[in-house]
C-alpha cells in the first residue's frame, strides 16, 4: 500500500507504518546516549501512544530500564485504511522494548472504563505484583462516565466572553483572525469531565483499592499553562477549568497517597505540537514563533526531552523535585524565561501571512505536525509500498 498523508483540518487521516518506527527509534536512540538514572521500576502508563506519554514510557525504560504497561485507545489497520499513529508507535515501542530484554505490555481499548481498569489491575497482579509509578497522560475529546453512561464532550471556548484572536492556517500560510463564541456552564462542566481529575483520580483509588501500589508510589499527570497571549481560551477558558481540577486533584491524591510514604503531582510541560494541541486556536501560530526563537537560543526541546529531564532532573533526581508555589512542576521554564516571552509579545502583532515564514518557524510547526503520523522522516523513501498491517507484540 503507498501511503501518503491526508490532512484534513487539523488531523491526518492516514499514518504511516515506517515513518512512526523511525519517529520512535530516534526517541529511544536519545535516551540511550543520555545518563542512565536510578527510577521507577514498573510503571503505569495510561495514555502512553503518543506524545508525553509516549515519550515517559520510552524514558522510564531505556533511561531507568523499568517494566512497563501502557494503556490507549488505538485502531489496528483494516478495510484499506492505515491503523492510528499511536497504533504504530506503540508496535514500534514493544518492538524496539523487546529487543533489548525488557517487559513491556500495552492494553488497547476506553482508559475511562472500568472494564479496561480491571484488565490492568489484572495484568499488574500477575506481572509485576505492584506499580510503583503511574503516568496520566490521556489526551481525549470526549468521556464515557463508566459509572452513569453519560457521554461528556469538551469544548475550547472562553469563559464570560467572546475571543477574538490571531491564528495561522498551518498548511496554507494564512494568518487569519479568530472568534469563539463564550462557553456555557455545561460547555465548562463537559470539559472539566473530560479533561479534569476524575478519572485520574478514579485510576488511584482503584489501584490503592486492589493493593496494586508499592511503598512510595508516584503519580503524576500533565499540564501547560502558558504564556497570557493564550491565557483567554487556554489558563482562563474552558480548558484551564479542567486544568484546574486536575490540580486540585492531584492535592487530593497527594494526601491519599501519604498513606503509602508516596506523592501526587502535576508536570507543568513546554507547548509542544501534539493532535491535541493542533485544534486549539491561536496556539499553532504561537508555538511556531516560539520554536524558532527557542531553537535560534538552543533551548528547543521535544516531548523525549522534556520526558527525560523530567524524570532525570525532577522525579528521579538525588536533589528531590523543585515545585512552584502551587507545588507543581516547571518543565516549561525554559518556555517562560522572559527574553523569550518579551520577544514573543513584540513580534505578535507583526505577523502577518506574508511575513510569517520569516518571523517564526512555521515549516518546523508543519514537520513536527506530519511527524507525528510518520510522515516527512528523513531517510524514509515515501513513494514505496508498505504494509499497513502492524501488530503489537504480546
Known amino acids: 500500500m503507498l501511503i501518503q498523508p491526508r490532512i484534513r483540518g487539523f488531523i491526518c487521516t492516514t ?41 515517559s514510557r520510552i524514558a ?37 522494548a523487546h529487543e533489548s530484554g525488557h517487559y513491556a505490555k500495552s492494553i488497547n481499548g476506553d482508559a475511562f472504563s472500568q472494564e479496561i481498569k480491571q484488565r490492568t489491575a489484572e495484568l499488574i497482579r500477575r506481572d509485576l505484583k505492584q506499580i510503583d509509578l503511574i503516568v496520566y497522560s490521556l489526551a481525549s475529546p ?79 499527570a500533565y499540564s501547560y499553562i502558558g504564556p497570557e497571549l493564550t491565557h483567554a481560551i487556554y489558563k482562563n477558558g474552558t480548558i484551564g477549568k479542567a486544568k484546574e481540577h486536575l490540580l486540585a486533584t492531584a492535592n487530593t491524591l497527594d494526601k491519599k497517597l501519604q498513606t503509602l510514604q508516596g506523592q501526587a503531582l ?4 513546554k507547548g509542544l505540537v501534539t493532535q491535541a494541541s493542533a485544534a486549539i486556536p491561536v496556539v499553532p501560530l504561537y508555538i511556531s514563533l516560539l520554536y524558532k526563537l527557542m531553537k535560534a537560543k538552543g533551548t528547543h526541546e521535544g516531548c523525549i526531552e522534556q520526558a527525560y529531564r523530567l524524570f532525570h532532573d525532577h522525579l528521579y533526581s538525588p536533589q528531590g523535585t523543585i515545585k512552584d508555589a502551587q ?54 523513501d515515501y513513494t514505496q509500498e508498505v504494509n499497513p498491517d502492524v501488530k503489537i507484540e504480546a
Not at 26 to 54: E, M
Not at 144 to 165: C, D, E, M, W
Not at 169 to 180: M, N, P, Q, S, W
Open 266 to 269: 502535576i508536570s507543568v510541560n
Open 15 to 55: 499514518a504511516h507504518p515506517v515513518g512512526c518506527y523511525q519517529a520512535v527509534l530516534q526517541q529511544v536512540d536519545y535516551v540511550k546516549r543520555q545518563q542512565a538514572f536510578s527510577g521507577p521500576k514498573n510503571v503505569l502508563i495510561i495514555g502512553a501512544s503518543t506524545g508525553y506519554g509516549l515519550a
Open 327 to 380: 507545588g507543581q512542576l516547571r518543565l516549561d521554564d525554559r518556555e517562560m524565561q522572559a527574553d523569550i516571552q518579551q520577544k514573543i509579545a513584540e513580534l505578535w502583532p507583526q505577523i502577518t501571512s506574508e511575513n510569517v515564514g520569516q518571523l517564526t518557524d512555521l515549516q518546523g510547526y508543519r514537520d513536527d505536525f506530519y511527524k507525528l503520523f510518520g510522515f516527512n522522516i528523513p531517510g524514509i
Open 142 to 220: 470526549r468521556r464515557t462516565h463508566p459509572l452513569t453512561g453519560q457521554v461528556y464532550s469538551s469544548v475550547l471556548k472562553p469563559i464570560g466572553q467572546a475571543f477574538k484572536g490571531k491564528t495561522v492556517d498551518a498548511f496554507r500560510g494564512e494568518v487569519k483572525e479568530v472568534v469563539l463564541e463564550p462557553a456555557s456552564e455545561n460547555d465548562v462542566a463537559n470539559t472539566v469531565a473530560v479533561m479534569g481529575g476524575e478519572d485520574w483520580e478514579m485510576w488511584i483509588d482503584f489501584l490503592m483499592k486492589e493493593n496494586l501500589l508499592a511503598e512510595g508510589a508516584t503519580t503524576i
Open 60 to 96: 522510564a525504560t531505556f533511561g531507568a530500564q523499568a517494566k512497563t504497561i501502557g494503556v490507549f485507545f488505538e485502531k489496528a489497520a483494516e478495510d484499506g485504511r492505515t491503523a492510528s499513529p499511536g497504533w504504530y508507535n506503540s508496535a514500534a515501542f514493544e518492538k524496539l
